[in-house]
């Protein structure tokens, strides 16, 4: 089985700081592992994916993550964070080259900037 | 762009309703998934088909079955609907061989 544990319900960062979403995951096999984004009364939207090659993946808006198979984590993160980065974020993966197609996701971490 | 569509945002239903639910993809995607999203659960998946006429089931598939008759649409229907299925419901698509999914904007149904 595979899953996803997003440790945080919230982060709080100011605006101009670096923000960190954290990200842990479980599965039997190598991890194909994504970032998606929710803005009130959204979809998700697509930030970033980890399939293979550098540890370190680089998204939209200025997004990237750090893939780390020791540790089994893929933290968000943002040099600089903007107030219009507050919205719901959401790990999720899935196991490269079997099982369903479906993604397995965390249950969410808020992040709020505030100005 | 890839472009996902649901056909209601807001829905509001009685307990026993049937209830249809429909996501439309326009980019030929073989794969289309529902899941649901309850606070502090993320998303789950309910059911999620690879081809025309082919589905199976996700995690929490009781209370619904899918449809798809036709590649680019994909419905989920509730038999009979009652309170603990209001949720957000979003519907995805993906390429066969790809792993990135588009979402839908998500349907907030409220079953009363």
């Known amino acids: 089985a595979q899953s996803v544990a997003q440790p945080e319900d919230q982060v709080n960062v100011a605006e101009g700081n670096p923000l960190t979403v954290k990200c842990t995951y479980s599965v039997s096999g190598n991890p194909y592992l994504f970032w998606y984004v929710q803005y009130p009364n959204r979809g998700l939207q697509f930030l970033l994916k980890?399939?293979?090659?550098?540890?370190l993946v680089k998204g939209s808006y200025g997004f990237e993550a750090e893939f780390n198979k020791s540790q089994t984590s893929f933290h968000l993160k943002k040099p600089s964070a903007l107030v219009s980065d507050s919205a719901l974020y959401f790990c999720?993966?899935?196991?490269?080259?079997?099982?369903?197609?479906?993604?397995?996701f965390g249950s969410g971490t808020r992040l709020q900037v505030q100005p | 762009d890839v472009k996902v569509t649901q056909s209601s945002r807001y829905l509001v239903k009685r307990t026993g309703e049937k209830v249809f639910l429909e996501c439309v993809q326009d980019?030929?995607?073989?794969?289309m998934f529902w899941y649901r999203q309850d606070p502090g659960l993320g998303l789950r998946l309910i059911y999620f088909?690879?081809?025309?006429?082919?589905?199976e089931k996700g995690d929490i598939p009781e209370g619904y079955s899918v449809s798809r008759e036709k590649k680019e649409r994909f419905s989920l229907i509730l038999e009979s609907a009652s309170t603990n299925q209001t949720s957000m419901y979003l519907c995805?698509?993906?390429?066969?061989?790809?792993?990135?999914?588009?979402f839908g904007p998500g349907t907030r149904l409220l079953v009363l």
């Open positions: 999720a993966v899935r196991v490269l080259g079997r099982g369903r197609r479906a993604l397995t």
């Open positions: 980890y399939i293979t090659g550098d540890n």
């Open positions: 980019m030929d995607h073989e794969n």
């Open positions: 088909s690879y081809d025309v006429k082919m589905k």
């Open positions: 995805a698509s993906s390429f066969q061989d790809q792993e990135t999914q588009y």
